[in-house]
């Protein structure tokens, strides 16, 4: 199949996935316009109880429950909370059984009564429909709204009339036939969208695995092995492999929506399933979509990590040993930062489930920081290697592989995390160092290492000469093809730096990669005792002179 065939089906999916979007957003705005009436007012996040003159939460010690008709909040019952909960649940459930049956009867409109009056017995005011009794406004149901309970009745009786006048108009035939025809509509939507998201998504997945086949086919076993062209072209595969796995998430998450929201929408078009929308709103559901939402914000945020993660990697690309290193750092901070964000994510997730459940926050996060303060006290070590890990890496004070000297121990580095550092000395040992004890190191391999050799020759050698043969063997030593992969820079025959009785000492400075000062220093002493031994030039050695005084010269002649 030709490219461009393929780009034209690619397009001709993503202008079907556009075109679902942008129907089911005309259908929402369509639905919300048409009528006088909100068709969306079936739930409670949808729509507040606009009688509700004061939040019930905040009224002390009062039982609360909502009556609902189709979905639709109505108004709200109150009860001391002393009382059994059941009972306030069974007079709301007896009340919407009776709305129920009368929307559900075939009433006229015109002929509804819905009438508020005092009963003599009880002296509280009472609400009837047809001369059917319903129910008592009781003083603490009309406490809840701030009113007096005659106004709250009868504010009642009209919001009940007029929600079974629209509870018979949505039971009438050409009312349901004509929200079919938009469920119709809205299903149809759905299919052209969950199909295009499919096919989307399957090529995002071949794309990826291709990527991922591409990036194991050409993966040397060892960095150093490879060009900086090649390692630069497998972090872009790497780049873009992670890029298709961001978007066949985002797909998977625009599939989830597209299928959830357009289902709820059509919920919500019929009285008869209308209440299903609050249960799909209730304790259990919305812990199951917290904890799904926080699952989906962890993996999302890793994906996006790691994108960034990658462009700082391609940022500044030269060599291979400063790529290591960059890798180093950046994959370790990438790491705290993915499990950072997983912990203020999974956080700020059952700080959500318990409010759903209904805990009261205020105390539960008091609490939480007086014990977060204690745990703080008790592992202040704990914390300052942490901190200090992440300083060292961060600053890339060193890394695993470098030699470094801290205090009086000194090794090669082979594994550091956050809180300890390991190093192995020349014998051997495994010296384990916290983070927190870290204070001053001496990083003996970062970027370029140094060799400082110094040669003391005798008093009586000809300098020039000297320094000639140490010239000469440096630039020797430059010009091998095996010793100048290690040396970076011409060695540098500084001249004399110390002239005393034992000799003359001269110094040489020859700079190399990371770790290959030992190496070359020990190839440079083995070269220049041959070459000192070929040109006659003596090791310096202490000068010593012997001084007799004159009387005793003379008892020796005599002696004799």
């Known amino acids: 199949m030709s490219n461009h065939s393929i780009q034209s089906k690619f397009h001709f999916w993503k202008k079907c996935l556009h075109a679902s979007v942008l129907c089911i957003l005309a259908i929402a705005l369509s639905l919300i316009f048409s009528t006088g009436q909100s068709v969306w007012g079936q739930s409670e996040f949808l729509k507040l109880n606009w009688l509700t003159g004061q939040s019930a939460a905040n009224v002390p010690k009062i039982d609360h429950a909502v009556v609902k008709l189709d979905g639709y909040q109505l108004f709200v019952l109150a009860a001391p909370t002393f009382n059994q909960r059941f009972p306030l649940e069974q007079r709301v459930q007896g009340i919407e059984d009776e709305l129920h049956r009368i929307a559900n009867s075939n009433f006229e409109p015109d002929t509804l009564q819905v009438v508020s009056s005092i009963d003599p017995k009880s002296d509280q005011p009472v609400i009837a429909i047809n001369d059917r009794y ?54 149809l939507t759905m299919l052209l969208g969950m199909r295009a998201i499919v096919h989307w998504q399957g090529r995002l997945k071949l794309k990826q695995e291709t990527i991922e086949a591409q990036i194991q086919h050409t993966a040397p076993p060892y960095l150093d092995a490879v060009a900086v062209t090649d390692l630069e072209q497998q972090l872009n595969q790497k780049q873009r492999a992670n890029l298709s796995d961001l978007q066949r998430r985002a ?14 929408i059509i919920l919500g078009l019929f009285p008869y399933s209308r209440w299903i929308q609050s249960f799909l709103l209730s304790t259990p559901l919305q812990i199951a979509a917290i904890a799904f939402g926080i699952y989906l914000l962890i993996r999302i945020s890793n994906l996006l990590i790691d994108r960034f993660s990658g462009f700082l990697k391609a940022k500044d690309f030269a060599m291979l040993k400063p790529y290591q290193r960059l890798d180093l750092r950046v994959s370790t901070v990438s790491q705290v930062l993915k499990n950072i964000t997983a912990i203020v994510l999974v956080g700020l997730g059952a700080l959500a489930i318990l409010s759903a459940i209904g805990f009261d926050l205020i105390p539960l996060l008091a609490g939480a920081g007086i014990v977060g ?64 004890s870290i204070a001053i190191v001496q990083n003996l391999s970062k970027d370029w290492a140094r060799v400082d050799l110094t040669i003391r020759v005798a008093y009586d050698t000809n300098p020039n000469l000297a320094l000639d043969v140490l010239r000469k063997l440096a630039q020797e030593i430059y010009q091998e093809h095996i010793w100048r992969a290690k040396i970076i820079e011409p060695p540098e025959v500084l001249g004399i ?64």
Request: net charge negative; hydrophobic share 45%.
């Open 373 to 436: 303060i204690a745990i703080s006290f008790a592992a202040q070590g704990l914390i300052k290697d942490v901190i200090n890990g992440f300083l060292i890496i961060l600053e890339d004070q060193y890394a695993v592989g470098d030699v470094i000297a801290v205090g009086e121990l000194g090794g090669l580095v082979e594994n550091m995390n956050l809180r300890i550092t390991q190093i192995r000395n020349n014998e051997g040992q495994l010296i384990t160092i916290p983070n927190s």
């Open 497 to 560: 730096d110390d002239l005393q009785h034992s000799g003359m000492l001269i110094r040489i400075w020859i700079k190399t990669q990371p770790l290959q000062q030992w190496s070359v220093a020990r190839e440079f002493r083995l070269r220049l005792k041959l070459i000192m031994e070929q040109e006659g030039i003596e090791i310096g050695i202490p000068q010593q002179f012997l001084v007799a005084e004159e009387p005793l010269l003379k008892d020796q002649t005599e002696l004799r």
């Open 134 to 187: 319903l129910m008592t406004v009781t003083t603490i149901d009309a406490q809840l709204q701030g009113r007096d309970p005659i106004g709250w009745a009868n504010q009642i009786a009209q919001v009940l009339r007029d929600a079974l006048v629209r509870a018979r108009q949505e039971r009438q035939p050409q009312f349901l036939i004509n929200r079919g025809l938009i469920a119709s509509g809205i299903i």
């Open 251 to 264: 797909l998977q998450l625009s599939y989830l929506a597209l299928v959830g929201g357009g289902s709820f």
